[in-house]
């Protein structure tokens, strides 16, 4: 059901105008052998003929042109559609970048109202001046141009004043379509439209509170503050909040305007070479990175004084991301695997991480691997797309039962961004030639015995608030060992793998708690035992408990077969 009363009316009502636009479009193949396309066969007699301009376009231009006639909140679903590579073809997911978030603005007397109920204030005394006339327009908001009373030059970003309500509704029948797809359509599994949905819902949450938005930039402009490479404009907190953000105006040129670059003599291989590192950073030194990296957000300083090493300025932070320490260890691996061609390596990654179940074979995951990876390293390094890589890498591995977080997907989508960029700037960037001493320069550091330990005296409280617990608890361990009254809870996927890894699966819990004992003696050595020989700066005795740990802990890792 899509819904009841006048709302469902509504609904029922915006259903038709989608079927309508998708037959006129000739897209109802999507919905082949699903009971929408019975319902849409009811409409083609009410539906003008295709155009034959039209009907002699591919799949995925005819898919754009619907999703823009239907309005900018599937323009949105189509721009985060094409991120989802795993899920949709190619050559739909490259005519959906070409998706222009631009539509009519709304009236600049409604901005001017929206703004003074989100501050509390009248316009002339939060603003020393504020244009009605927008410099920009978005589906979501649109910018205008502002100054303070301390002479500061802003800008203004004001949420559309009816597009909560607007989204909540298309979301809803977003939400009944996919279920019926999901429901009907022999390719469900694959297509799966309700995570799609999810997907989409969440990140225009995210869009819809400027806040939040706000509060990205800050962060990021803190990581990157004094940077010659990478600028963020100061966020105004005392006229924002959750459906108006101001900031700080700033100046530049898209990043795809080459002419304007040119005409500069900004040297764009450098600045291509910039951008790559920048991304990386912020993944991986960061662990936050801009996720909506296309060249309408990323501009270049045009300050004369930093003509010679130009920096990029980053805008729009509605969407940012972060990886779980355990992905973002494991994905760095896996670049550095690549670009090693360790097929070996990459598929064990893809064990241990928990992408993929630990009962698949490692020889045909690697073979697999290699079949995806090896074609590429016949081209030119020039020619190689780490991004395309890697998808293609997530794609053959769904064979294999893949569990991917959000957080990866949005990681791909950027990083076809941020080579897009690169490559509009460059044509023969060298992405692996740039990358892999950045990535190898930051993990060295990430993974220090230096930066171990300032973690561990960092997290010192929290184990300290623990370790009195810890001889009960082996204690309590070893006793059910010992009386056999041990309980385990395992998951019905593992059972096949059981009869062979049980022994070596206690061998290794065992070898864990001896590991992190041995590494609590040593940090409480360390921060407490100022009177010992000391090595390096820190006490003897701690050296010996943590190598001691660290061979207990080395000892437990599991092995993949």
């Not at 989204?167 to 029948?173: E, G, M, N, P, S």
């Not at 450098?270 to 990175?289: C, E, I, P, S």
């Not at 300025?313 to 494991?330: F, P």
């Amino acid at each position: 059901m899509i819904g009841g009363g006048i709302n469902g009316v509504r609904a029922t009502l915006r259903a038709s105008r989608i079927g309508r636009v998708l037959i006129r479009y000739r897209l109802e193949v999507l919905l082949d052998g699903t009971p929408a396309e019975r319902w849409l066969n009811l409409l083609r007699p009410f539906v003008p003929r295709v155009p034959q301009a039209i009907a002699e376009k591919s799949r995925g231009a005819r898919l754009r042109l619907a999703l823009q006639e239907l309005g900018p909140i599937f323009v949105k679903f189509g721009q985060i559609l094409s991120t989802r590579r795993d899920l949709i073809p190619h050559d739909v997911a490259e005519e959906l970048t070409l998706l222009q978030d631009k539509v009519k603005p709304f009236d600049g007397e409604t901005a001017r109202r929206i703004v003074e109920d989100a501050l509390g204030m009248k316009i002339d005394d939060a603003y020393a001046s504020f244009n009605v006339e927008p410099l920009a327009s978005a589906s979501i908001a649109q910018v205008h141009e502002a100054t303070l009373h301390d002479g500061r030059e802003v800008v203004v970003k004001v949420l559309r004043p009816t597009i909560a309500a607007q989204i909540a509704a298309d979301i809803a029948l977003l939400k009944s379509l996919a279920a019926l797809v999901d429901a009907a359509h022999p390719n469900a599994d694959k297509i799966r439209p309700k995570e799609v949905v999810a997907e989409i819902e969440t990140t225009l949450a995210a869009e819809l509170d400027l806040q939040r938005e706000g509060a990205n930039a800050s962060l990021m402009r803190r990581n990157w503050l004094d940077s010659a490479d990478f600028y963020v404009p100061e966020i105004v907190w005392s006229h924002s909040g959750e459906r108006v953000l101001t900031m700080e105006r700033v100046h530049g040129i898209p990043s795809d305007d080459i002419a304007k670059l040119d005409a500069l003599g900004i040297d764009r291989r450098a600045l291509a070479a910039k951008g790559v590192r920048v991304f990386y950073t912020q993944v991986f030194r960061d662990n936050f990175f801009h996720a909506d990296a296309h060249a309408g957000n990323i501009w270049v300083d045009v300050d004369p004084a930093r003509r010679d090493n130009p920096r990029f300025i980053g805008l729009d932070y509605g969407i940012v991301g972060q990886l779980s320490a355990q992905d973002q260890y494991y994905l760095a691996e896996n670049f550095m695997a690549i670009f090693n061609k360790d097929y070996r390596r990459i598929a064990e990654l893809h064990v241990e991480a928990g992408w993929i179940p630990v009962g698949v074979r490692i020889d045909e995951l690697e073979a697999a691997v290699r079949s995806v990876c090896e074609p590429y390293f016949t081209r030119p390094l020039s020619e190689i797309s780490l991004a395309e890589v890697l998808v293609k890498l997530f794609r053959t591995a769904q064979k294999y039962q893949l569990t991917l977080q959000p957080q990866l997907i949005l990681l791909q989508k950027t990083l076809l961004n941020i080579e897009g960029v690169g490559r509009q700037l460059d044509p023969q960037l060298d992405i692996w030639a740039v990358a892999k001493p950045v990535l190898e320069k930051i993990l060295i550091k990430r993974y220090s015995p230096f930066n171990v330990l300032r973690e561990l005296r960092k997290r010192m409280p929290e184990i300290m608030t623990h370790t009195p617990d810890m001889p009960r608890l082996v204690h309590a361990w070893l006793k059910q060992h010992t009386e056999g009254t041990h309980e385990m809870s395992i998951r019905s996927r593992d059972l096949a793998d059981l009869a062979h890894s049980l022994r070596a699966l206690q061998r290794r819990t065992v070898y864990a708690i001896l590991g992190a004992a041995l590494f609590i003696v040593s940090a409480v050595t360390y921060c407490l035992d100022a009177n010992a020989p000391k090595f390096l700066l820190v006490p003897v005795p701690a050296w010996i408990a943590a190598l001691g740990g660290l061979w207990a802990i080395i000892a437990a890792w599991p092995r993949s077969k």
